[in-house]
């Protein structure tokens, strides 16, 4: 692709991230059957979600609109149940936004709308949503994807199995695979794919130079792999510091291979968001990139190139990520989110930047 084109699809990114956007969860080795372990967070486009158990599912911020308003009332992005019975897993786009219950049953709704039964013709065990469109990890390890629509019809994927993890990005998909390998397909503009190519691929291609992976995380263009030894690797477009290996890029710079985040070993979990990621460690939570609007949550608006330690916060056990925002899950089952917080995302009410951690008040527990 040429400087144009990229440069358009790195303006569309950036666009994302100031408004929220969405980051797929973290990916780990998958039961036989959707499960979950409460309370468990996620984050959408511009929306966060805490699974309190089986019938109790809170969520704040813009959920279901894919034209957000330029400043909603208190009132409007709120915390609030869901509106979905069993839910066990939620994830969300702009405007689209699925989750799977316990029995593995798949159900979205878009646009305000209410929400639907996808039929996938096998129990979910995990889905990913990004912009319009999702995939779920059925039969335990078979992959299936669709767009929003009026009757969605997923599809399987040819070419790969034994998946045991996903992550969706704004043109691109990748899987986890049992034995340790990622396989991505899908637009390339920005190296997303990580074959060492920016060409397109319709097919499933390995990830080069990158085993032994226990989780994976994508947002918009870039995406992360967590090693079974701890470490981090990323790769796509890296122009914010999103990659995290300490290496300033120039505008439409990116990274066709995997290269290792700086100075991070021992990590639990991962979450990656428009221009920034984040990593669990110790219960401690450390981010870099982007951070135009305090996603890195270091008190500060300057890029972050390698990973810093988030201030005042400990003894997390779950983080999750939107495209501007992010959200961590403690022990003591408070929740704390900072970033950008235009549509309520960060539950502070619409407040453009929250830089530090901030709790999340009025979550019944």
Known sequence: ???????????????AACGGGNAAPP????????????PHLSAGHVSTCLIVDVNHVTCWGLLDTATPVAQPGPEAVAARPLGVVGAVQVDGGLGYQCAIDGTGRAS???QGGDFERVELGAAAVTLAVAGDRACAIVDGDQLRCWKNGPEPKPASVPGIDNVIGLALGIAHTCALRRDGKVLCWGGNEAGMLGDGTTASRGAPQV????????????SKAHTCALRGDGTVHCWGLGDDGQLGDGVKRPRDGMAVRPVQVAGLRDVSAISVGGAHACALRAGHVLCWGGNGVGQVGDGTTEQR???????????????????????????????????????????????????????????SM
């Open 305 to 363: 190139p390698g990973p810093v330690e988030v201030p005042m916060l400990d003894d997390v056990i779950e983080i999750a990520a939107g495209a501007g925002h992010q959200c961590a899950l403690r022990r003591d089952q408070s929740v704390w989110c900072w970033g950008n917080g235009a549509m309520g995302q960060t539950g502070q009410g619409p407040v453009k930047t929250t830089p530090r951690p901030a709790r999340v008040r009025g979550l």
């Open 108 to 110: 979205c709704r878009s």
């Open 1 to 15: 692709m040429d400087r144009i084109g990229l440069s358009a699809l790195v303006l569309m990114i950036g666009a």
């Open 207 to 218: 990830v080069a130079g990158l085993d032994d992976v226990v989780r994976i995380a994508s």
């Open 27 to 38: 990916s780990s080795p998958v039961p036989s059957r959707a499960t979950t372990t409460y």
